[in-house]
């Protein structure tokens, strides 16, 4: 059974930037696709980032040119790097995977993805 577990959350003033790690065990996400997804108190769940087996990512508009995302060398972590943070970032983070997809050509924002992680909570505010 694959576990993630995100980590790298927390309190950080507009304008700052933090760093979220999404970590597999005992698999390695190079086959997998992964999506990042936030959600804020009283809203829907969207999805902010994907990489799929072409490893060009998608992002939401509203976080386009300030997060990254990519794949760690390690291969078994996945990194999404936040910058420019407003207060409208502010949301509970979940990882997402997928696979193992051995088939190339999907859209890494249209699938569905079975495994997630518990989600780390990230706060913007001055």
């Known amino acids: 059974q694959l576990q993630l577990v995100e980590s790298g959350g927390g309190l950080v003033q507009p304008g700052g930037s933090l760093r979220l790690s999404c970590a597999a065990s005992?698999?390695?996400?190079?086959?997998?696709?992964i999506r990042w997804f936030r959600q804020a108190p009283g809203k829907e769940r969207e999805g902010v980032s994907c990489?799929?087996?072409?490893?060009?990512?998608i992002y939401a508009d509203s976080v386009k040119g300030r997060f990254t995302i990519s794949r760690g060398n390690a291969k078994n972590t996945v990194y999404l790097e936040m910058n420019s943070l407003k207060p409208e970032d502010t949301a509970i983070y979940y990882c997402a995977a997928d696979g193992p997809r051995w088939v190339s050509g999907y859209v890494c924002s249209s699938i569905q993805y079975r495994y997630w992680g518990q989600g780390t909570q990230v706060t913007v505010s001055s």
């Open positions: 005992g698999f390695t996400l190079d086959r997998y696709a």
């Open positions: 990489l799929g087996s072409s490893n060009s990512p």
